[in-house]
Nanobody, 125 residues
Framework: VQLQASGGGLVQAGGSLRLSCAASGRTLSRNGMGWFRQAPGKEREFVGGIMWNGVNTYYADSVEGRFTISRDNAKNMVYLQMNSLRPEDTAVYYC???????????????????WGQGTLVTVSS
């Protein structure tokens, strides 16, 4: 499985961005997926996750109510809509996929088998 994240960029505080993650290699309709981020000098942290069918999502407290994850299994895509962005949201954002047949998301990095290359989001104050 190969993942390609895109959509990052520079935005002012309070603005919005939509990140996309395109998967190739095989379909991901039976996989939990997640978004993580890593700010300079910090560890990679969980942002949110989505269940295989898109019904259930879970978010870190820091982004709850501002970020929304969705997926389109027919297109093998997962999205991260980010609203009300803050300077502390500045980071490289990564999409990740769990192993085939693992339907639920996880908050743990080690539970994900495949990672995209990351896309940089910079929020200016």
């Amino acid at each position: 499985v190969q993942l390609q994240a895109s959509g990052g960029g520079l935005v002012q505080a309070g603005g919005s961005l939509r990140l996309s993650c395109a998967a190739s290699g095989r379909t991901l309709s039976r996989n939990g997926m997640g978004w993580f981020r890593q700010a300079p000098g910090k560890e990679r942290e969980f942002v949110g996750g989505i269940m295989w069918n898109g019904v259930n999502t879970y978010y870190a407290d820091s982004v709850e109510g501002r970020f929304t994850i969705s997926r389109d299994n027919a297109k093998n895509m997962v999205y991260l809509q980010m609203n009300s962005l803050r300077p502390e949201d500045t980071a490289v954002y990564y999409c990740a996929v769990r192993e085939d047949g693992t339907y639920y998301y996880s908050r743990r990095r080690e539970d994900y088998n495949y990672w995209g290359q990351g896309t940089l989001v910079t929020v200016s104050s």
